[in-house]
């Protein structure tokens, strides 16, 4: 199964809205989508699992959302420290992990 | 506290071998599935190999398969990575990352990495 993530750049102002797209080649469980933050230099973090719920401690303006094919990470209002990349996961048996190729959230 | 710190990462010629080391703390290592996902400079994330909380199965990625071994003593609390017949696109930092299967379905803590370059 492929994830296809878009837009590849997404250039925003802190304060808007952020709208992050995860495409699957084929149907994900939503119990097995997951998303996650990376800064530069620094490990990915879970942000959100079972592709609506927020791990611990992760701000309710980060919202997940769909199923089927098509997900959604959103970001309702940017922060200064939500500017990094944004992964996509699925979770299989062989591949285990299979991660879409990443959205970078830029200051315009 | 949940830890995991990687170690054995460094500088290797092509065609050489290099064994990494996680060592776990701050929970009950046998009980938690384990992985190790790389990511090449400037790229994406890629899953490379799972092991099972009692190493009762593993699962390699098809770019390391046949190459590259995982395998873990629960009795240090350590997940390892034999990697042989490395190549340039190995190069890359490789984290120990643990598994949850109930409800996440994904990573829930990730070591900070250890760099691997491959080159002569």
């Known amino acids: 199964n492929v994830l296809t993530q878009s837009p590849g750049t997404l250039s925003l102002s802190p304060g808007e809205r952020a709208t992050l797209s995860c495409r699957a080649s084929q149907s994900v469980s939503s119990s097995y989508l997951a998303w996650y933050q990376q800064k530069p230099g620094q490990a990915p973090r879970l942000l959100i699992y079972g592709a609506s719920s927020r791990a611990t401690g992760i701000p309710d303006r980060f919202s997940g959302s769909g199923s089927g094919t098509d997900f959604t990470l959103t970001i309702s209002r940017l922060e200064p420290e939500d500017f990094a990349v944004y992964y996509c996961?699925?979770?299989?048996?062989?591949?285990?992990?299979?991660f879409g190729g990443g959205t970078k959230v830029e200051i315009k | 506290e949940v830890q995991l710190v990687e170690s054995g990462g460094g500088l290797v010629k092509p065609g050489g071998s290099l064994r990494l080391s996680c060592a776990a703390s701050g929970f009950t290592f046998s009980s938690y599935g384990m992985n190790w996902v790389r990511q090449a400079p400037g790229k994406g994330l890629e899953w490379v190999s799972y092991?099972?909380?009692?190493?009762?199965?593993?699962f390699y990625a098809d770019s390391v398969k046949g190459r590259f071994t995982i395998s873990r003593d629960n009795a240090k609390n350590s997940l390892y990575l034999q990697m042989n017949s490395l190549s340039a696109e190995d190069t890359a930092v490789y984290y120990c990352?643990?598994?949850?299967?109930?409800?996440?379905?994904?990573?829930?803590?990730w070591g900070q990495g250890t760099l691997v370059t491959v080159s002569s």
């Open positions: 092991i099972s909380s009692s190493s009762d199965y593993t």
């Open positions: 996961q699925q979770y299989g048996n062989s591949p285990r992990l299979t």
């Open positions: 990352a643990r598994e949850r299967v109930v409800t996440i379905y994904g990573v829930d803590y």
